[in-house]
């Protein structure tokens, strides 16, 4: 066990690894067939077997963040980065059994 040194400020997990946990996020399916204004996304890594990865992205209007797990809609959105192209307008829909961005 490390001694602790004296007046020396401890640092804290949260520090380096910041607390998503209170975060309020919104279903997808609250806006599906809404045209939403999309001003970005943050990709966090999943705590959930199955999901690498979600997106949750910056909406303006009623929800303010948008958390989906869906890889058509991570694609699209690294894309319309790629291209600098928020904010944008987008519509989410369920065409089949998974979400896409149009």
Do not use: C, W
């Not at 949260?14 to 045209?35: A, Q, R, V, Y």
């Not at 948008?66 to 058509?72: D, E, L, N, Q, R």
């Not at 991570?74 to 059994?97: C, D, H, S, W, Y």
């Amino acid at each position: 066990m490390t001694a602790k040194k004296e007046n020396t400020k401890m640092k804290r997990v949260g520090d380096f690894i910041p607390d998503h946990s209170g975060e309020e996020l919104n279903n997808i399916e609250n806006i599906l067939d809404t045209e939403v204004q999309i001003n970005g996304f943050e990709l966090r890594t999943s705590a959930y077997e199955g999901n690498e990865h979600y997106a949750v992205m910056d909406i303006e209007g009623e929800a303010k963040a948008v958390s989906t797990g869906g890889a058509v809609v991570i694609k699209k959105l690294q894309q319309l980065e790629e291209q600098n192209a928020f904010p944008v307008l987008g519509t989410f829909v369920m065409p089949g059994r998974y979400y896409d961005l149009i």
